[in-house]
């Protein structure tokens, strides 16, 4: 099996879908690997090092593309000339709206599988890129909020009198909410978070802080069995916005959090929420790429309001790239594995495994996912004596 790694678009993506570690794992395994020139560079990996790793490092998308069996990208590409028909593309696909994509890697024979639709189950811990890549872009947000925040995070008792710690809530207590909070938390900053998702409320004290939410009966059912947060009703929106209101004017940082796959983001923080906080608070909005939870913020910008500095990077966990490039290469590496057979070495494509069949948009020339294959034709119903 050829694998192709492919050079990302530093501008917009400097991660890389293979590290010098996964490469020699893939070429042990019986594969060869050609990765295009530069493609770590940005993730602080040299061509050299994955020459010593055992792969060839090929110049032009073209010639890297050239007779692959299997592709390995961050990001979708936006053009795969010269893949051969047949081979399998690896990346974050980013499907949701992107029919049309979908559409030309079928056409053009791509059997491509998406990582952010790995199914959160037992065997796929090691494959899950979504909370691999949180799990650093929350420790960044704490990180980006307290270069910006212009006080120190920890209680600091001095001769001269005692610093306050610095207040920090966060909203949304998955991977990277969690992060979030243990890494300000370490900071030494006094830390409060909220969720839709009862479960969340048991581990955001677990590290520390303080639990913040309306608790009634449908706060109680909103969790999903895959374990993501239902989206709310709008009276309890409301109900949670106007405890949310009252809490932020005391904070001086807040890290938002929430997406709901495939949805644009829920917003929280409205503009007269952020007017109400001192001068000199800073937010950061990890939501940014799906049009924010923070209104009026940028994307990829940092700009100010009232004298709230808003952060809104669309890609958190590209501003740590060595490290997310890491675990992101080893997830791409257990995924591929997991679909390898042991005796040809070849891919094998088993629709029937749940893995698979959860990540599997394209196939044979025609869009397979059930979520995003076009709907089939419906025959015209002709009653019976009609002309």
Sequence with gaps: MKIAVLREDPSLEPRVAATSETVKKFIAS??????????????????????????????????????????????????????KHGAALVA????????????????????????????????A???????????????????????????AMPMMMTAAGTVPAARVFVMGAGVAGLQAIATARRLGAVVTATDVRPAAKEQVASLGAKFVAVEDEEFKAAETA????????ADYQAKQAALVADHIAKQDIVITTA???????????????LSSMREGSVVVDLAAERGGNVEGVTPDQVT?????????????????????????????????ESMTDKETKALRID???????????????????PRFAPAAPVAPVVEEGAV
Excluded: W
């Design 259 to 273: 997406l709901i796959p495939g949805r644009p983001a829920p917003k929280l923080v409205s503009a007269a929420m």
């Design 304 to 336: 100010q309001k009232d004298g709230v500095t808003l952060i809104a990077y669309t890609n958190m966990a590209g501003r740590v790239a060595a490290s997310t490039s890491a675990l992101l290469a080893r997830n791409i590496f257990a995924f591929v």
């Design 351 to 369: 629709r029937n495994d749940e893995i698979t069949a959860a990540t599997l948009l394209t196939h044979e020339g025609s869009v397979v996912h």
């Design 226 to 233: 895959g374990g993501y947060a239902k989206e709310m009703s």
């Design 125 to 151: 811990q090691v494959m899950d890129v979504l909370s691999s890549q949180a799990n650093l872009a929350g420790y960044q947000a704490v990180i980006e909020a307290a270069a910006h925040f212009g006080r």
């Design 30 to 83: 019986g594969a060869t690997v050609a990765v295009e020139a530069g493609a770590g560079r940005p993730a602080g990996i040299l061509d050299a090092d994955y020459g010593t790793a055992g792969a060839s490092v090929v110049e032009g998308r073209e010639a890297v593309l050239a007779d692959a069996d299997l592709i390995l990208a961050v990001r979708r590409p936006a053009a795969l000339h010269g893949a």
């Design 92 to 123: 974050l696909m980013d499907p949701f709206g992107n029919e049309q994509a979908l559409a030309e890697l079928a056409q053009a024979g791509i059997s491509s599988f998406s990582l952010e639709l790995i199914p959160r189950i037992t065997r």
